[in-house]
């Protein structure tokens, strides 16, 4: 599994603002869909947004207005911004990407709001 490079997650207090970011290999070509997916501690992992390689975006009802999924197709990074966080973020964000019918995941970066 070809690996991707997470940053940005930490500690962030409820109201406030965080940035993440995933790069792909910069030598794959043609990624399909990008995008981030979130797990708290003993629930489902759960999609959070996700960017086609046209742009088209798609998030979760919980984040819509208050998250923002984008792209650098040249770099083959994918960004979060998160703004308006609240205690119930906190999590573990994994980010992947489509090759194919290949999903490759990050590792996983934590995100904890605090009140």
């Known amino acids: 599994q070809v690996q991707l490079e997470e940053s940005g997650g930490g500690l962030v207090q409820a109201g406030g603002s965080l940035r993440l970011s995933c790069a792909a290999p910069g030598s794959i070509f043609a990624i399909n869909e990008m995008g981030w997916y979130r797990q708290a501690p003993g629930k489902q992992r759960t999609l959070v947004g996700r960017?086609?390689?046209?742009?088209?975006?798609t998030y979760a009802d919980s984040v819509k207005g208050r998250f923002t999924v984008s792209r650098d197709n040249a770099k083959n990074t994918v960004y979060l911004q998160m703004n308006s966080v609240k205690p119930e973020n906190t999590a573990v964000y994994y980010c992947y990407y489509d090759l194919g019918v290949i999903r490759n995941w990050g590792q996983g970066t934590q995100v904890t709001v605090s009140t």
């Open positions: 960017c086609t390689s046209s742009g088209t975006t």
